[in-house]
């Protein structure tokens, strides 16, 4: 999960469809992918935020980035606007994030 978590935190800035989409985290400017996700958690689902904060720490940062990746793929209506053949390339650049972790190359 940690991939993901990498691909999360770095990877979005790469991807122009999320050029000025999100608030600059200050987690995600320190280079902490668990922060990042975090933060992510923490601005767009509170309940889930605080429902982490209570389960043991070695599992917090699993938590965290697969409610990151749930708030990032949710929020792709919200994010394209009504344009919809750019909601289907971000959705797809995810699939394609998700296939290079399972593949072995989660820096492709």
């Given at each position: 999960l940690l991939p993901l978590g990498k691909i999360l935190s770095s990877n979005l800035s790469l991807n122009p469809f999320y050029a000025g989409t999100f608030r600059s985290f200050s987690a995600?400017?320190?280079g902490s992918n668990v922060n990042y996700c975090v933060d992510l958690v923490r601005a767009h689902?509170?309940?889930?935020?605080?429902?982490?904060?209570l389960?043991?720490?070695?599992?917090?940062?699993?938590?965290?980035?697969?409610h990151a990746f749930n708030?990032?793929?949710?929020?792709v209506r919200n994010t394209v606007h009504g344009n919809e053949q750019a909601g289907r390339v971000r959705m797809r650049w995810w699939?394609?994030?998700?296939d290079s972790i399972y593949s072995g190359n989660p820096d492709a």
């Open positions: 995600a400017n320190s689902d509170k309940k889930k935020y605080f429902a982490g904060l389960i043991p720490k070695e599992h917090q940062a699993s938590f965290f980035t697969i708030v990032e793929t949710a929020i699939r394609d994030a998700i």
